[in-house]
Antibody, heavy 119, light 107 residues
Framework: QVQLVQSGAEVKKPGASVKVSCKAS????????MYWVRQAPGQGLEWMGW????????NYAQKFQGRVTMTRDTSISTAYMELSRLRSDDTAVYYC????????????WGQGTLVTVSS | EIVLTQSPDFQSVTPKEKVTITCRAS??????LHWYQQKPDQSPKLLIK???QSISGVPSRFSGGGSGTDFTLTINSLEAEDAATYYC?????????FGQGTKLEIK
């Protein structure tokens, strides 16, 4: 069955960077776009962008342009989301999700990674 | 950016009741509107895709409708396990956006 397994919780200081991984199994990794969505404590879902694992092409929400980088390593079926210059309001659960195009619903979700930004 | 506005924000309902949640888009999005259910401390789960298409494994009491700018998620004969927050999501244009969520409480 399809599984997306994310890396563990992180605690970072303001100004630092965090890199979250998402390892896929149960399907052809290059056949599904990987979306990244975050959720601040007690808040709703916020779309950050996606990566096409086949081409490496990306699309980021303007809000995160310049601070977010999405990459992938096809040899180990893993996608990454790196967010730099962290602020306290970046504290959130970060989810990866699989979708069959860049204009599709998220069919499969990772379990989420809590990133806490605190001095 | 397309704004999705859900109503209501919160609803308290009794089991077996019928519930309708609406999602309105700030501009036409065709049928590229999807619904998710999120229970506390869980990842979201896809319930309905492309406005009205059912998802394998999702109970048949969940249904969706609408097109253009106005969409609905209907839950027939609500069950206790349906207590959750529900989100709509548009994938017509970039950036994708989500509604603010509707929290359902079961009395």
């Amino acid at each position: 069955q399809v599984q997306l397994v994310q890396s563990g919780a992180e605690v970072k200081k303001p100004g630092a960077s965090v890199k979250v991984s998402c390892k896929a199994s149960g399907y052809t990794f290059t056949g599904y776009y990987m979306y990244w969505v975050r959720q601040a404590p007690g808040q709703g879902l916020e779309w950050m962008g996606w990566i096409n694992p086949n081409s490496g092409g990306t699309n980021y929400a303007q809000k995160f342009q310049g601070r977010v980088t999405m990459t992938r390593d096809t040899s180990i079926s893993t996608a990454y989301m790196e967010l730099s210059r962290l602020r306290s309001d970046d504290t959130a659960v970060y989810y990866c999700g699989g979708a069959n195009s860049g204009y599709a619903p998220v069919d499969y979700w990772g379990q989420g990674t809590l990133v806490t930004v605190s001095s | 950016e397309i704004v999705l506005t859900q109503s209501p924000d919160f609803q308290s309902v009794t089991p077996k009741e019928k519930v309708t949640i609406t999602c309105r888009a700030s501009q036409s999005i065709g049928s590229s509107l999807h619904w998710y259910q999120q229970k506390p401390d869980q990842s979201p789960k896809l319930l309905i895709k492309y406005a009205s298409q059912s998802i394998s494994g999702v109970p048949s009491r969940f249904s969706g409708g609408g097109s253009g700018t106005d969409f609905t998620l209907t839950i027939n004969s609500l069950e206790a396990e349906d207590a959750a927050t529900y989100y709509c999501h548009q994938s017509t244009s970039l950036p994708h956006t989500f509604g603010q969520g509707t929290k359902l409480e079961i009395k």
